[in-house]
């Protein structure tokens, strides 16, 4: 996004180096905003129930007035800390639908390709077979063979054409980009890094998200100051 312009538009959220520095805007601006929040809730409760009572209180009553009249703000903070992980559960789904749409789709082509190739080659002698009288057995092991057709190819995991897959597109997309300079290459870098931490989390990793936030959050601190 250019630095003259701050508004974020669909267009910039359609890359994932961008979508992970708005996600580390955002967290820079909200994260502080519902820590303060949260503070001021915690010490006016304090206060309220130290301070609060009112002639006619019942034992007990200014306590649970003070945690009524404080908990809009619990809430207030609650609701700006839920915003992350909606806009990470944001990124992963435009992620899953859209970016890694096309290589399972492809990936499910070659699959019903190479199901169709073999189904062909176990068909295919049987078309041409010869009959054979009851009582000749010499040649049994023969046309048994051709029944069975050749052996199935093993077919790649489903991991392992992704693995590929997304090998094969990030390295040409890095080349791509290597034409613009370094703006390209950090482009590719920040993307693979978004890519790899999905990989990640998908395998019972989320460490590898704060990881990257922090490193992303650095970076940022450097260059802002």
Do not use: C
Request: net charge positive.
């Amino acid at each position: 996004m250019s630095a003259t312009n701050d508004r974020w538009t669909p267009d910039h959220m359609r890359s994932p180096a961008n979508r992970a520095i708005h996600l580390e805007q955002r967290r820079a601006q909200l994260q502080p905003f519902a820590d303060d929040l949260r503070r001021i809730a915690r010490e006016m409760e304090a206060v309220l129930k130290e301070e609060g009572r009112i002639e006619g209180d019942f034992p007990g009553q200014p306590w649970l007035r003070a945690k009524h009249v404080v908990k809009p703000l619990f809430d207030a903070a609650d609701s700006l800390e839920k915003v992350l992980p909606a806009l990470n559960a944001f990124n992963a789904r435009f992620q899953h639908s859209y970016e890694e749409l096309p290589d399972r789709r492809e990936a499910k082509r070659q699959k019903k390709a190479l199901a169709r190739q073999q189904k062909q080659a176990i068909e295919a002698p049987r078309a041409g077979e010869s009959t054979v009288p009851a009582q000749t057995t010499a040649f049994d092991d023969v046309f048994d063979d051709l029944r069975k057709g050749p052996e199935p190819v093993t077919a790649q995991s489903k991991a392992e054409r992704r693995a590929i897959n997304q090998r094969a597109f990030f390295e040409a997309r890095q080349a791509a980009r290597a034409q613009r300079g370094p703006r390209g290459l950090a482009e590719s870098w920040v993307e693979r890094a978004y890519t790899v931490a999905a990989d990640r989390e998908k395998n019972g990793d989320p460490e590898a998200w704060n990881d990257l936030s922090r490193t992303i959050a650095t970076w940022v601190d450097r260059y802002t100051q």
